[in-house]
């Protein structure tokens, strides 16, 4: 089974700063990871994605996120935040590499501070 | 840019009754599922469906639920008789490929209210 955990259901941050949103995992198996954003009134939309290639992946917007076995994380950041950040984030795992059964994480909503 | 669209947005229904909601996945996607998230709590993934059967679902997606692609654009969640824990947005989405390129698109989602 596989599972992930968001710390911190809300976060908020200054414009400028850096935005730090915390996500572990567990996995039986080898996991595949993902950041998704959920913006006020739209679906969810992927920003980035870890499938095992290089640790450290690059997403949209200027968002990153590394993944660390050691600690089981996948920790997402953004040297410097913009107001239009404000969003809903998931981190969501699947241990077979197959998008179909996603298991989401609760959220992390994200407010950026003028 | 292509875009999965869901309707309705939002739709309040009394308990026992049938409720069905649409999703019309992007054109050239395959691969077709439904998500809900119960308010406050996480998004949970129902069921996947490709080639015209189910191909995954979830503990969740009793026989209470039923999904269908009646034609070659809409397909559509079914929930024979809403009980109150129904209550939920509910999320489509679809995806070109089922491996780890394939990248989930989602809806905006349908807000069900069960009373």
């Known amino acids: 089974a596989q599972s992930v955990t968001q710390l911190g259901s809300h976060v908020s941050v200054s414009e400028g700063a850096l935005v730090l949103l915390r996500c572990n995992y567990s996995s039986s198996v080898p996991p595949y990871l993902f950041w998704y954003v959920q913006y006020p009134n739209q679906g969810l939309q992927l920003l980035l994605k870890y499938t095992s290639a290089a640790t450290l992946v690059k997403g949209i917007n200027g968002f990153e996120a590394e993944f660390k076995k050691s600690e089981t994380s996948f920790h997402l950041t953004k040297p410097s935040a913009h107001m239009s950040d404000a969003a809903e984030y998931f981190c969501?795992?699947?241990?077979?590499?197959?998008?179909?059964?996603?298991?989401f994480g609760s959220g992390t909503q994200l407010t950026v501070l003028p | 840019e292509p875009e999965v669209t869901q309707t309705p947005s939002h739709q309040v229904t009394q308990m026992g009754q049938e409720v069905i909601l649409r999703c019309v996945p992007i054109s050239n996607h395959l691969y077709f599922y439904w998500y809900r998230q119960i308010l406050g709590q996480k998004v949970e993934f129902l069921v996947s469906?490709?080639?015209?059967?189910?191909?995954?679902k979830s503990e969740i997606f009793d026989d209470q639920f039923s999904v269908e692609r009646p034609d070659g654009s809409n397909f559509t969640l079914k929930i024979r008789s809403t009980k109150l824990e129904d209550s939920a947005m509910y999320f489509c989405a679809s995806s070109l490929l089922v491996d780890s390129t394939g990248e989930l698109f989602f809806g905006e989602g349908s807000r069900l209210t069960v009373l």
């Open positions: 469906f490709y080639n015209n059967e189910i191909s995954e």
């Open positions: 969501a795992v699947s241990p077979s590499g197959s998008a179909r059964q996603l298991t």
